[in-house]
């Protein structure tokens, strides 16, 4: 039997024992307890004897208890936690008396019972011992002295205080009570032999009393029992009558023990010796089937057929979670696979396979949206209106819709798979969050930068220990809705080793026409993703797998231009960062002219992640002054700006004037991860025979683009007015600047041949002229990428003209239009077209000697 089975009593006085630190004999030389654990009872250690009312005043303070009832003659631990408690134990240990009356309350639960909660009988007790602990309260020892009436309450605060009446216990004589006695210590003996956590010192000290009352009380203060039975054992006037309850009692407790002695043996025969914890839980199920009570694992069963039935799963889903709730129900709980199928019926029940957040189809409130989340993107936001408009209409006519025959085949597709790519800080990231806030969806977002095993998508399979579902469903899940806005970022970073292709496992997820049903590895159950709107981000299209890149709607995002990171700064950055230094808008003024500075002379980016940290360090710099009060107010101008962020960084048309002003340099425009760029192509020669090397980390594709162009020029050297033996004794070195940078792609074709056109003719590059364009051996050029990232690159670095490809002529449509009008383009089809335009003119010396070269450039108006 169980020790909770027992009185608290007992564990309580084992419990101030040992925080009193004191030994048994120590408690048995206090007067409160007879001396009898030893077989020998002093005199002078009885309890006050219950006839003597005339030494117990007629009015006392009432210590309330809860849940528990103190008898005559017994000594009893309590603990004090109440402010109204403690002030009555220390009243009652500043006088000479230390007498107390101790009523039960009718309710445990009452935290400070009234007058009209108590019990009417009580008991009137001595408190021998006061211990105050750590934690606030009061731990008291009392012994009870007789039983009291409580007559009148006389007051109530601050705490309880009554009139009481001794109570005079009546005891009988004769044969039958010495029975009724013998019988109830006999039982008590027998219950101690079923429960080995009973000391044996205390069924010998129970033994030895000769006395019926005595026995009754201290039999019934260490006997578990019900409150009500304790109160009216308490109540009751006639010791026989006292004798004949207790009996009663210890009777069922008899039965109750010996019932579990039953069970336990039976169940041990069940059960493999070893298994211990498998033997308890079995102990206590039986109990609880003997008692009529559902165990807990019953319970768990239940609670969760009731979420399947509340979860609106799929059939599929639904027929699983039953499938595996019946395994679960038949397998004990101590079992390896209980566990198991718990958490995976856990993982089933959580999934929001019917919640659904209803769209904010209101396509102006959208688009304001969008607009006061971003500057520009019109791209982007025209797409988001679109779906939006879409989604609106087959509502509005979904009764039509629904009558026409539905095609198994071709089913309607309801997500939208984007992916956004784009240079770093062009807001990629933060505009998932802006789509998802004018759809009125929930957002979430993964990043996909460094994985390498497919079941980070997938999931494990159950049979592997820890497995879990893969990182989709797991979002989805604690988003709890099934049509999020699902950002997948950084798609372009997937490791593929020989650990995994998780851009294979994408595939489904990421397949309009598959993820309706897509299955993880681990629920085994398909779940549908088709409501979903993914929306992928990358820096570079070419590392994402062609298989998952035809699966998405590919949106370009290109650099801003310095008027829509003026925009940006203003509507966006400035305020971000007044208020991340707790800066007033009155304190700092950042004007056109500063905020053209800080981007021309401290940022080269398409985005503007470097401009806020910029702005963030002058916020920073402004509030010192404020703090040291060298200012009240600041304007940024340009020259403040260099005063606060130091000497310029970056030089733009000054630079390309100084590295073209020689004959052999050319300007290239450069397609980058992080936008567009200026590239500058270094061509000399010196005394050798006919060696060409080229440096720069430059790439395969760049070094045969480098090698056609030095063919091209050899080939056509007379009719380019050049000498046909220029190569004959000499050596050519082509450099690229900014070595540490990898360089590659064919582009740079038309700017190496002007480069080395520049060097032999002599004649040095317009230092306002940037070319893009790949060259054939025949000097035909073809047309390349990156156009608008590259014209915005020149367009930054103060270019005036640039040359692109005649093919590429259409891709001026993407370009905005303020960066349209402050260029001029120059559209060529070969490399002859484009020698009048990028080289500056022949000194008049040599012009009377050589023929000047053909042209056909084609202006493009403005």
């Known amino acids: 039997m169980p020790a909770t089975r027992w009185n608290a009593n007992l564990l309580e006085m084992l419990n101030w024992l040992y925080e009193e630190q004191a030994t048994m004999e ?55 936690g109440q402010s109204r408690s403690i002030r009555l ?34 008991t009137v007790a001595m408190i021998h011992r006061m211990f105050r602990a750590p934690d606030n309260t009061i731990r008291l020892v009392v012994q009870g002295l007789a039983r009291c009436h409580l007559a009148e309450f006389l007051q109530e605060e601050p705490y309880l205080k009554a009139r009481i009446e001794v109570i005079p216990e009546t005891i ?29 010192e205390l069924v010998a000290s129970v033994l030895s009393i000769e006395d019926p009352l005595q026995t009754v009380y201290t039999i019934a203060n260490f006997q578990r029992m019900d409150l009500e039975d304790a109160q009216n054992l308490l109540e009751l006037d006639s010791t026989a009558a006292k004798l004949h309850r207790l009996v009663g009692i210890l009777a069922h407790e008899v039965e109750v023990l010996e019932m579990g002695q039953k069970i336990q043996n039976e169940a041990r025969s069940e059960i493999d010796k070893v298994q211990r914890e498998y033997f308890l839980r079995e102990q206590l199920k039986a109990i609880q089937k003997e008692l009529g009570e559902a165990d807990e694992q019953a319970a768990e069963v239940e609670e969760f057929r009731q979420k399947i039935d509340a979860a609106g799963m799929t059939e599929e889903a639904e027929k699983q979670a039953r499938r595996e709730l019946d395994r679960l129900s038949r397998l004990p709980s101590v079992a390896a696979e209980y566990g198991v ?41 025209e797409r988001i209106l679109e779906y939006l408009a879409v989604r609106k209409l087959r509502q509005e006519r979904s009764e039509e819709l629904q009558s026409e025959d539905e095609d198994e085949i071709r089913r309607v597709r309801e997500g939208v798979i984007l992916c956004f790519v784009g240079p770093p800080g062009v807001g990629k990231t933060s505009l998932g969050r802006s789509i998802a806030r004018a759809l009125g969806r929930k957002f979430v977002r993964i990043s996909l930068g460094g994985m390498r095993d497919e079941a980070e998508i997938r999931g ?21 809705s099934r049509n999020p806005v699902f950002m ?13 292709d998780p851009a294979s496992a994408l595939l489904e997820v990421l397949d309009p026409e598959q993820n309706s049903e897509f299955r993880d590895h681990y629920l085994e159950v398909s779940f549908d993703l088709s409501q979903v709107m993914f929306i992928t981000t990358a820096n570079l299209l070419e590392p994402i797998p062609a298989p998952l890149r035809d699966r998405m709607e590919i949106i370009n995002l290109s650099g801003y231009t310095e008027r829509e990171k003026i925009a940006i700064a203003k509507g966006y950055l400035i305020p971000r960062q007044l208020k991340e230094n707790g800066l007033r808008p009155q304190e700092v003024h950042f004007p056109d002219e500063g905020l053209s500075r800080i981007i021309r002379a401290y940022t080269r980016e398409a985005g503007v992640r470097n401009l ?14 404020i703090a040291e009060g060298k200012t009240a107010s600041i304007e940024i101008t340009p020259d403040q700006v260099t005063d606060l962020l130091g000497k310029q960084r970056f030089f733009s048309d000054e630079e390309i004037a100084h590295r073209t002003s020689v004959p052999g340099v050319a ?73 540490a940078q990898p360089k590659d792609g064919p582009s740079a074709g038309v700017a190496i041949a002007m480069a080395l056109i520049s060097l032999i003719s002599g004649r040095p590059v317009r230092h306002d002229v940037g070319m893009t364009g790949e060259i054939t051996l025949r000097g035909q050029v073809l047309p390349v990428g990156g156009i608008k990232e590259k014209v915005l690159a020149a367009h930054r670095s103060g270019i005036k003209t640039v040359i692109l490809p005649l093919l590429n002529q259409a891709d001026l449509d993407e370009i905005p239009d303020e960066v349209r009008n402050q260029l001029e383009f120059k559209f060529i089809e070969t490399v002859d077209e484009a020698l009048q335009i990028a080289l500056a003119p022949q000194p008049e010396a040599e012009q009377s000697h050589q023929e000047a070269p053909a042209h056909g450039s084609q202006d493009i108006p403005d």
């Not at 134990?89 to 000479?96: A, K, L, T």
């Not at 009988?172 to 039982?187: K, M, T, V, Y």
């Open 460 to 480: 494990h399979r159950r049979t592997y220990i820890g497995a879990m579902p893969g990182r989709i469903l797991q979002a989805i899940r604690r988003i709890e």
């Open 26 to 80: 120590e408690l048995i030389a206090q007067p409160i307890i007879p001396r009898v654990l030893d077989g020998e009872a002093a005199e002078s250690d009885r309890a006050t004897p219950v006839g003597d009312e005339d030494q117990i005043p007629r009015i006392l303070p009432v210590l309330p208890l809860r849940g528990l009832v103190v008898f005559p003659q017994t000594a009893v631990p309590l603990t004090i």
């Open 667 to 739: 300007t290239g425009l450069a397609w980058t991860p992080f936008g567009g760029d200026v590239l500058f192509i270094e061509a000399t020669k010196m005394p050798g025979s006919k060696g060409f090397q080229i440096t720069g980390s430059i790439g395969n594709v760049m070094q045969e683009s480098a090698r056609a162009a030095l063919s091209f020029v050899r080939s056509k050297a007379e009719s380019l007015g050049l000498d046909p033996e220029f190569y004959d004794d000499a050596d050519i070195h082509l450099h690229i600047p900014a070595g």
């Open 341 to 381: 199928i718990r958490t995976y019926l856990d993982w089933l029940v959580s999934m929001p396979w019917s919640t659904i957040t209803p769209d904010n189809l209101d396509i102006v409130h959208s688009r304001q949206v969008l607009d006061m989340d971003h500057f520009g993107l019109k791209d982007v936001k």
């Open 612 to 625: 806020e940290r910029e702005i963030g360090s002058i916020c920073r710099k402004v509030v010192t002054q």
């Open 172 to 200: 009988e004589e004769g044969l039958e009570l010495e029975a009724l006695a013998r019988n109830a210590r006999g039982q008590f003996e027998h219950i101690a032999e079923m429960v080995p956590s009973v000391p044996r």
């Open 488 to 500: 997948l970022d950084e798609v372009d970073k997937l490791v593929f080793d020989f650990h995994g």
């Open 89 to 122: 134990v220390d009243d009652v240990m500043s006088g000479d008396e230390r007498l107390i009356a101790l009523v039960t309350s009718r309710s445990p639960d009452l935290e400070t019972p009234g007058p009209d909660d108590l019990y009417d009988i009580g």
